[in-house]
């Protein structure tokens, strides 16, 4: 059962001022790697759907989905908060990405696959459910493990995050719904200081300072997330893939590299195998460097694939 890659060139026509750190060239270095580096044989590359309305309101307001669908411009840029804006292509771009988290669900649950990557853009562990913030519109994971618990027979799910951002709107959307396991790292204190500190038994926040490398980040994890997924025993894993957490990021103050990616992947791909008869979707969220980016991802993925 081959491994499913969702991509779309129409991510591309998001964009933001220029010189915005969350630009098209990051889809376009992570497929060029991808290409380059034969990291897509045994790869089955496919286009995603737009999401449904209905997969959107499991996790959105429906004001905040008029407001964002009424907002989309004919031309120029509708700002949504200080370093996030809606250009002409945005607002597809969006619906696409969620699109893919929705269509990965339906693939796994049917059994047509188990392990899938959504490189897609823009982002969206920062969007709130009734909020666009941190480069974000919908958030895409969000809507996958909503649909996910849609299906008969899902009953529990994990969403697991290593951007060197907090997951705050994940968190939010699944602050009171215990079925959702949310494991995040991220620097502490950093942006968006927003659901860092929620007090839940299913909330699993893991503040890291600022210049934290390979042994802390990894010892954190295993402290704190293994604990977790034991407990909770998740039927299928979410991951929230940041790799703005690479030492060279420019908008990050971690000291990862692309061999901690590789081994948080084994770790959560381990865990899949133990609880979720191995089913994986990743979604892409920060990394704004972007060879670090382009690399991280080739590693991310050749972990997904195994």
């Given at each position: 059962m081959k491994p499913i890659l969702f991509t779309h060139d129409d991510c591309d026509a998001h964009r933001m001022h220029p010189?915005?750190?969350?630009?098209?060239?990051?889809?376009?270095?992570i497929m060029r790697q991808l290409r380059e580096r034969k990291a897509l044989e045994g790869w089955d590359v496919r286009e995603p759907p737009l999401v449904s309305r209905e997969a959107l309101e499991h996790v959105h307001e429906a004001d905040y989905l008029d407001h964002l669908f009424a907002s989309s411009p004919g031309e120029g840029l509708v700002a949504l908060d200080g370093d996030t804006a809606m250009s002409p292509g945005t607002l597809r771009a969006a619906r696409l990405a969620s699109g893919a988290l929705e269509e990965a669900v339906?693939?796994?649950?049917?059994?047509?696959?188990?392990?899938?990557?959504?490189?897609?853009?823009p982002p969206g562990h920062h969007a709130e459910s009734d909020a666009a913030m941190g480069f974000c519109f919908f958030n895409h994971v969000a809507v996958g493990a909503a649909a996910a618990l849609e299906t008969p027979g899902i009953d529990r799910v994990a969403v697991l995050d290593f951007d060197v951002h907090h997951g705050n709107g994940t968190v939010e959307m699944f602050q009171d719904?215990?079925?959702?396991?949310?494991?995040?790292?991220?620097q502490h204190p950093f942006y968006p200081h927003r659901y860092h500190d929620v007090k839940r038994d299913h909330i699993?926040?893991?503040?890291?300072?600022?210049?934290?490398?390979?042994?802390?980040?990894?010892?954190?994890?295993?402290?704190d997330w293994t604990p977790a997924i034991e407990k909770h025993r998740p039927q299928l894993i979410f991951i929230s893939a940041g790799f703005d957490a690479h030492r060279d990021?420019?908008?990050?103050?971690?000291?990862?590299?692309?061999?901690?990616?590789?081994?948080?992947?084994?770790?959560?791909?381990?865990?899949?195998?133990?609880?979720?008869?191995?089913?994986?979707?990743?979604?892409?969220?920060?990394?704004?460097?972007?060879?670090?980016?382009?690399?991280?991802?080739?590693?991310?993925?050749?972990?997904?694939?195994?």
């Open positions: 010189g915005h750190p969350e630009r098209p060239e990051r889809r376009q270095a339906a693939l796994l649950t049917r059994g047509e696959a188990r392990r899938v990557f959504c490189a897609m853009r719904r215990p079925e959702v396991l949310v494991c995040s790292s991220f699993v926040n893991t503040p890291l300072p600022a210049g934290t490398g390979s042994e802390a980040f990894r010892a954190a994890i295993e402290r990021d420019p908008l990050g103050g971690l000291q990862l590299d692309e061999e901690d990616f590789a081994w948080v992947t084994r770790w959560i791909v381990s865990a899949a195998e133990k609880h979720a008869k191995g089913r994986v979707v990743s979604t892409l969220e920060g990394g704004y460097d972007l060879d670090a980016l382009a690399r991280s991802v080739e590693v991310h993925l050749r972990e997904l694939a195994r």
